[in-house]
Nanobody
C-alpha cells in the first residue's frame, strides 16, 4: 500500500525552478510533520526542509531563501517550491511524514544542468 508519492522532478537549467509535490494516503495527515530530504550520488541523505503540523517551517542553510515548503492538508499534499536552482541541487528528493508512524516516499529525481 503506497503511503507517500513524490512527483514534479525533472531536468532544469541552472537558475530555473521546479515544484515538487508529496501526496499522502495517510489518515490524520494534518497531524504529521513532513520533511523533504535529498540524496546525491555518493553522498548521504540530507534534510532540505520541514513543515510541522502547525505549518512552522525550517530549512537547511544551503537552500534557505531559494526553497519554500508548504502544505495543503485538504489535499493531503506537501510542496517544495525550488527557485534559483544550482547544479549542486541535483539529487533524488524524498518526502518523509512523521507522527505515530514514519513513512517515506519513493523519491523523484531532480537534475540541474545546462
Amino acid at each position: 500500500q503506497v503511503q507517500l508519492v513524490e512527483s514534479g522532478g525533472g531536468l532544469v537549467q541552472p537558475g530555473g525552478s521546479l515544484r515538487l509535490s508529496c501526496v499522502a494516503s495517510i489518515s490524520s495527515f494534518s497531524r504529521y510533520a513532513v520533511g523533504w530530504y535529498r540524496q546525491a550520488p555518493g553522498k548521504q541523505r540530507e534534510l532540505v526542509a520541514t513543515v510541522t503540523s502547525s505549518s512552522s517551517t525550517n530549512y537547511a542553510d544551503t537552500v534557505k531563501g531559494r526553497f519554500t515548503i508548504s502544505r495543503d492538508n485538504a489535499k493531503n499534499t506537501v510542496y517544495l517550491q525550488m527557485n534559483s536552482l544550482k547544479p549542486e541541487d541535483t539529487a533524488v528528493y524524498y518526502c518523509r511524514a512523521t507522527w505515530t508512524y514514519v513513512y517515506w516516499g519513493q523519491g523523484t529525481q531532480v537534475t540541474v544542468s545546462s
